[in-house]
């Protein structure tokens, strides 16, 4: 892992000393809220519905287990006692008081944490692969480049007054789990003809009230020229995004508006225009930053130990657990685990205290002390053995959270929706409970097999309704909640953005309007297709009937 | 007690509706509505309701001219419920008085004027 060098600690504990400060002024009355919004902004402070929140960034979903263990701390000491992990693998706390917040960055300080640029018109948290570094799949790890990125993105001057926020996103693998289509830059580590490893920067993509699916900007950039190159764009994106309104300022709409090879003109213009670098100070700091990430040395087993867990073969539920929860390991003998915050009737993405302190203990114990936050806001221990899964499923099943449940119609992603935000127009959470819960069976499933269920609280799909299988967006009508559902979302390399069947639903009509979509799917489906390649197959009308057929 | 505002006597125009002025407290950040005493209360039943235009001035001069012991203060929409109780008008604003509607978040309910 990364380890903050002198000047990062020295630099966060100081902003942490400014802001409590700046709070003390502003409980004595010296600073109005309209001075003290914008700096408690920076500092991850929102004010939301019922209390404060604070959003704790997570550089590219990578944590220690020491780093879980002070994030359980605080939310026993400054929150009640749980923390929501968000779907771009940063961990927000919702009940904090104003008054503890700077002993909570403390807190955070003190194990190398912080929540700047987790909020405002800024480059925020680098999101990545939850598998990077271990993926069998990877071209090349792509957490030196997010570290890369994130430093130099911290308190750019340049770009800590964007025309609004500005999401990175960056993968090292064929398969995409890191949505990088969906960001406003979205960088794919490639290998050319030659075998030279470099990047494809894909820009314009988001969700949000405007979905769009990023465009290639430019097929190869060589490494060295990455920080110059993106220097350029963003500063085309500074000088010609839009100010005077909200919802047209992010750079998709700028890319769409000029189009995508004049926006690459400007950019190239930019580019040329900026003194010339030989890149080799940024091949040196990523080679410097990629021995903070090497492959840490995993105990090799012989043979009889490498055939994998003899115990277990005839417990069923750990049979299901180990087909959905592990992934394949660059490392012969290892894969990653994820462990879904998704227990039927839960929260997704909550995690309480004690949650974290297992969570924390099962990386200690059998994944290197690291664990990783996904943004289908599940956890990855990156580093088991496969003889030892056996061992650690039964620890995580004691501690309620060895549900096998990855990637199938339980593993929902939710925002926190009305029940928190005081942007969201309905409730997104107790939807997802209620569609848990019906689908709670394991048997079904599995038969049912891959399918997300993304659900989003209001337009602005921090849920990420737009690339679920099925996506449902909360709105709010004639003063009562419902629900739009749309249809062949797909946040992965084969991207797309969900089609709306049509009317919405009332909170009491979801599930059932869910239960007819997935049994006209099973009805559809030919041997083993999955939910998205059925609807690819035969389109939107079959479940648009089922979805509104009238009873006669 | 007395209200800090007066309350006109005649009755309010057919389109009005009652209001409460609501904000999030300075320290803490929880949900706090203006009482009849010029403070702040954590319990809508507490609250100071505006039941006619001059009243509602009162309170909008509050708001203006800002309060200091909480943050973004604005006005609420309340209906009077059969049991003469009051509840906000918009959904939004009912779960913001009724807190999370989830696992250990449901919390007391004050606004009914019943509960504890």
């Not at chain 1, 350029?232 to 000029?258: Q, S, T």
């Not at chain 1, 290197?368 to 936050?373: A, H, K, N």
């Not at chain 1, 967006?473 to 069947?501: P, S």
């Amino acid at each position: 892992m990364y380890r903050y060098d002198e000047f990062d600690d020295k630099f966060v504990r100081e902003r942490v000393a400014q802001f409590r400060g700046q709070v003390q002024r502003r409980l004595d009355g010296l600073l109005t809220e309209e001075e003290f919004k914008p700096l408690r902004l920076m500092n991850g402070l929102y004010l939301q519905l019922h209390a404060y929140m604070i959003r704790v960034a997570i550089p590219y979903g990578v944590l220690s287990a020491r780093q879980m263990r002070a994030l359980a701390n605080i939310a026993d000491r400054f929150d009640r006692g749980y923390g929501h992990f968000t779907t771009r693998q940063n961990i927000q706390f919702n009940w904090p008081k104003l008054v503890d917040v700077p002993d909570l960055l403390d807190a955070l300080a003190d194990v190398e944490m912080h929540a700047i640029q987790t909020s405002g018109n800024c480059i925020r948290n680098i999101t990545s692969d939850p598998l990077a570094g271990v993926a069998a799949d990877e071209i090349e790890d792509p957490r030196p480049t997010a570290e890369l990125l994130r430093q130099w993105s911290s308190l750019h001057p340049e770009f800590s007054y964007l025309p609004r926020k500005f999401k990175i996103a960056v993968t090292g693998s064929s398969t995409d789990r890191a949505a990088v289509y969906f960001h406003d830059v979205g960088l794919r580590i490639v290998r050319s003809d030659s075998g030279t490893v470099g990047y494809q920067v894909i820009v314009g993509g988001g969700q949000g009230r405007t979905p769009v699916i990023g465009v290639i900007l430019r097929e190869f950039l060589p490494k060295g020229e990455l920080l110059g190159y993106l220097e350029a764009l963003m500063r085309v994106y500074n000088l010609h995004g839009r100010r005077d309104n909200k919802y047209k300022a992010r750079i998709k709409i700028l890319v769409k508006a000029l189009g995508v090879d004049a926006f690459r003109s400007q950019v190239d213009a930019a580019y040329a225009a900026a003194p010339r670098h030989s890149g080799e100070f940024e091949r040196a700091e990523l080679a410097r930053i990629t021995t903070h990430f090497e492959m840490p040395k995993l105990s090799v087993f012989d043979d009889e130990h490498r055939a994998g867990p003899a115990t277990g073969v005839l417990d069923v539920r750990f049979q299901r657990w180990s087909n959905h929860n592990t992934s394949a390991h660059k490392v012969d003998g290892y894969c990653a685990v994820t462990v879904t915050l998704k227990r039927i009737g839960g929260e997704p993405g909550d995690a309480s205290s004690s949650a974290m302190r297992t969570l924390a203990t099962m990386a200690d114990e059998y994944s290197q002390s690291e664990l990783r936050v996904t943004h289908e806001q599940n956890i990855v221990l990156p580093y088991v053995a496969e003889c030892r899964l056996y061992a650690l499923w039964r620890e995580l099943q004691s501690a309620g959270l060895g549900d096998g449940n990855h990637g199938l119609i339980t593993d929902i992603i939710a925002c926190p929706g009305l029940d928190y935000c005081a942007l969201a127009t309905a409730r997104a959470i107790p939807v997802a409970q209620a569609i848990a819960t019906r689908f709670a069976e394991p048997q079904e499933q599995e038969d049912i097999g891959s399918l997300s269920v993304k659900i989003s609280g209001c337009i602005n799909a921090c849920g990420h309704h737009h690339v679920g299988h099925i996506g449902i967006l909360g709105l709010e009508k004639a003063g009562q909640e419902y629900y739009q559902i749309t249809l062949g979302g797909d946040a992965t390399e084969t991207a797309a953005i969900g089609e709306r069947a049509g009317p919405g639903f009332s909170a009491t009509e979801i599930v059932p309007a869910i239960e007819r979509v997935v049994g006209q799917y099973r009805q559809q489906r030919n041997r083993d297709e999955s939910f998205l390649e059925t609807y690819r197959r035969v389109g939107i009308k079959p479940f648009k009937e089922s979805l509104y057929a009238t009873d006669t | 007690m007395s209200a800090i505002f007066p309350m006109r006597s005649e009755s309010p125009g057919r389109n009005f509706v009652p209001q409460v002025l609501t904000a999030n407290s300075l320290r803490e950040g929880h949900v706090v509505f203006l009482d009849a005493l010029a403070g702040w209360s954590s319990c809508l039943r507490d609250a100071l309701v505006a039941r006619d235009e001059a009243a509602v001035q009162g309170l909008t001069i509050v708001l203006e001219n800002g309060a200091s012991a909480v943050v973004e203060p604005y006005l609420v929409a309340v209906l009077r419920q059969a049991d003469g109780s009051w509840r906000p008008a918009a959904m939004r604003e009912r779960r913001r008085v009724q807190g999370p509607s989830i696992g250990s978040e449901k919390s007391a309910v004050c606004w009914s004027g019943r509960a504890a």
